[in-house]
């Protein structure tokens, strides 16, 4: 990362003056995780047979061996709500509706990922085959995706190639 990546950090540059919008915030403050962990991650050096593991929340991991890097069904999403026809708990329960809130920050920018060598998707559940990831890592790797049938052809509607 950059000095100039930092550069809202600096005191003096809090003055009245300073146009502060709900973009300014959005790009300087939320995520406040996303330039750690994804300067981290690209800068980890992966001796030879280890393997380097970062929780990313819910069912998200980034691996890193000195061979390949890995995303595993990263979630980048907002909380979901689901809804009665389409939710086997709220069958089960009678609720109408779940409304399923995120317990953990977003911890890296899936727009900020440049080094992937593969996305792997373990089903099609919107928290694991997440359209926000896939679109980033689409723009901006050359990742494979891997993933069961199913998360496939959620994958090329996506627009993933068949390859």
């Known amino acids: 990362m950059e000095e ?6 600096r005191a003096d540059e809090m003055a009245k003056d300073r146009p ?26 992966v001796q ?12 998200g991991f980034f691996v890193k061996t000195p061979e390949a890097i890995f995303l595993i069904d990263n979630y980048s999403g ?25 317990i953990n920050p977003h911890v890296i920018d899936p727009f900020d990922i440049e080094k992937l060598d593969a996305l792997l998707v373990t089903h ?13 890592v689409l723009q901006n790797t050359a990742a494979f995706f891997i993933g069961p049938e199913r998360v496939c052809e959620k994958l090329r509607k996506y627009g993933v190639s068949e390859d």
């Open 124 to 136: 099609e559940h919107a928290d694991h085959c997440d359209i926000y990831t896939i679109k980033a």
């Open 48 to 59: 030879p047979n280890t393997v380097v593991l970062w929780w990313l929340g819910a069912c």
């Open 78 to 102: 907002p909380s979901l709500t689901t809804h009665y026809e389409y939710d086997g708990v709220c069958k089960t329960t009678g609720a109408r509706s779940l409304n399923w809130i995120r």
């Open 20 to 45: 502060i919008d709900r973009e300014a915030w959005l790009r300087e403050v939320f995520p406040e995780w996303k330039f750690y962990l994804n300067h981290e991650i690209e800068n980890t050096d």
């Open 4 to 9: 100039e990546d930092y550069e809202f950090l």
